[in-house]
């Protein structure tokens, strides 16, 4: 499942860059996808998933590529009348600092909810949730609950078992969807969902600003720094290539 959605999500992203589209385009895009693969996973039936079960975004960090949060904020900017696009701003600017103050051990390591997980226990932005949310399948929900109840008492070793086919099939276009990014010259690495949604509503049109190469997320929370902007591609010296030759 893995290399078939890496080698389809890679001729997609490929032709939505040529398309010039909106960024929700990209994400019903890359959604219908990822949804052909999760039809196909064996482990479908035993799915325990269900609407307003929300242990899962209590308590895992999620992380998604520059498209993804330039989505969510096109969809808040689109959808949310200014108080509660008030609001939403202050939860994910509480979220990144308190994310922010754990990086640097200066609060408990304890897990944050995520900045759009809406107060009826329903996720905010279920339309355009970026695609890991919706490639985890849990197998049984009272795990994913005692999982919870140990992560707020600092335990975080809890394992739940989960639809592994749809973590594959998820995990290769997540992947692709990076490669080709970083492939044409754009930020294509992992950030924290609540920072980098924060970091995308600051600048209007901000697809637009991303595809022209400017530096959005400087300010978001970098998981995964694995290419430029976040790091720097130094080239090896010259003097490394060269064959060692010294004198006996
Ligand atoms: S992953 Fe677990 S907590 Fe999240 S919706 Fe599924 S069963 Fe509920
Ligand atoms: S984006 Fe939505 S589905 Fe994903 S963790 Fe946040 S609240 Fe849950």
């Not at 899962?56 to 330039?70: G, K, R």
């Amino acid at each position: 499942m893995f290399h078939q959605a890496s080698h389809d999500g890679r001729r997609l992203v490929e032709g939505l860059l040529c398309q010039n589209g909106e960024s929700l385009d990209w994400i019903d895009d890359l959604r219908q996808l990822q949804a052909k693969y999760l039809e196909k996973s064996p482990q479908r039936a035993q799915r325990d998933c269900s609407a307003g079960c929300p242990a899962c975004c209590m308590t895992a960090q999620v992380d998604a590529t520059p498209i993804e949060a330039i989505a969510v904020s096109e969809y808040l900017r689109n959808y949310l009348d200014t108080d509660d696009l008030f609001n939403v701003k202050n939860r994910l600017t509480r979220v990144t600092k308190l994310r922010i103050a754990q990086i640097n051990a200066q609060a408990p390591q304890r897990p944050l909810a995520c900045g759009l997980l809406g107060l009826d226990g329903k996720c905010s932005i279920y339309p355009v949730r970026p695609i890991i949310c919706s490639g985890v399948f849990s197998l049984n929900q009272n795990e994913c609950a005692k999982a919870e109840r140990e992560a707020q008492a600092g335990d975080f070793s809890q394992s739940i078992p989960l639809d592994q086919e749809a973590i594959q099939a998820t995990g290769g276009i997540s992947g692709t969807l990076q490669r080709v990014l970083v492939e044409h010259g754009l930020d294509g690495n992992l950030y924290e969902l609540s920072s980098a949604v924060l970091a995308a509503l600051q600048v209007p049109d901000c697809l637009e600003h991303y595809l022209n190469k400017e530096d959005i997320f400087q300010n978001a929370i970098c998981t995964d720094p694995h290419s430029p902007p976040r790091k720097r591609i130094v080239p090896k010296p010259k003097f490394l290539n060269r064959r060692a030759s010294r004198p006996a």
